[in-house]
């Protein structure tokens, strides 16, 4: 005989315990200084040409920044979708298939932003 | 044994939830925390396309930045920028009552209005600065 309680601790929804809450607030942390960086990297590009554009965003101390912003960003909407997920969705194929759906989406747009970031600044 | 999805044998009370409460401050906030959370996910495809086409070429990054400064993407971008200011303010917040602070009444209500206020006029101010550096760049 189990109890509810028993079945639950240390598990959850997301079947990780407190991993997915410490990760999400570390990466919010990181998320803050790097959004700031972004948004006045953005400012400065705005209305310049692609010549102006990629000679800034190839630059180390441009690239590597938005860099993490990329792998910080990534990583925190795809717990936080799957908090999302975890709330609204409760259908027994649905969740899982919206819980995976959710990472080929974070992976997608962060693997584009990496490799163009990288093209940019190896210039290939 | 008793599977915890059974349905209730008898009418047993019920929590209140969303629809009984008058629309406060604190859960509007709470709410929109979330609505901007979602809407920035899929922003960040836009970003991706934007670093691609930059990648891509002069004629991709022409491409999109027609797009993107047409008026209905000035729009988006305009919101978007709302969204991301609103939401890291409101994760402020949040860091804040990690520490266990920021819980009184009056502190809560600041707090509120220091991440609604504050994400309208950051906001207004990155575009200003933005068409500020545009008019300089000719």
């Known amino acids: ?124 | 044994m008793d599977s915890p999805k059974a349905a209730p044998s008898a009418a047993r009370p019920l929590s209140p939830h969303l629809q009984i409460y008058r629309p406060m401050l604190s859960m509007m906030m709470s709410i929109v925390h979330r609505i901007t959370g979602g809407a920035l996910y899929f922003g960040t495809a836009l970003i991706a396309i934007w670093l691609v086409a930059a990648a891509s070429g002069p004629s991709a990054f022409a491409t999109i930045q027609e797009i993107y400064g047409s008026i209905p993407g000035l729009l988006v971008l305009f919101f978007y920028t709302w969204a991301l200011i609103h939401h890291a303010l409101g994760g402020v917040r949040h860091l804040i009552w990690d520490t266990g602070h920021g819980f009184e009444p009056r502190e809560r209500e600041l707090l509120y209005r220091l991440t609604l206020g504050g994400s309208i006029v950051l906001t207004l101010l990155i575009w200003t600065v933005g068409y500020a550096v545009r008019g300089g760049a000719g």
């Open chain 1, 1 to 124: 005989m189990r109890t509810p309680l028993g079945h639950v601790r240390g598990l959850g929804a997301a079947k990780a315990g407190t991993e997915h809450f410490w990760m999400q607030r570390m990466t919010a942390v990181a998320n803050l200084p790097l959004t700031l960086f972004f948004v006045a990297v953005v400012v400065a590009l705005s209305g310049s040409s692609h010549a102006g554009a990629t000679a800034m965003l190839g630059t180390p101390w441009i690239a590597i920044p938005m860099l993490l912003l990329t792998l910080s960003v990534t990583f925190h909407m795809r717990i936080g979708m799957q908090v999302i997920i975890e709330d609204y969705v409760h259908d027994e194929l649905l969740k899982p298939i919206a819980i995976m759906a959710n990472s080929f989406f974070a992976v997608a747009v962060g693997l584009a932003s990496v490799f163009a970031l990288l093209k940019i600044s190896f210039g290939v």
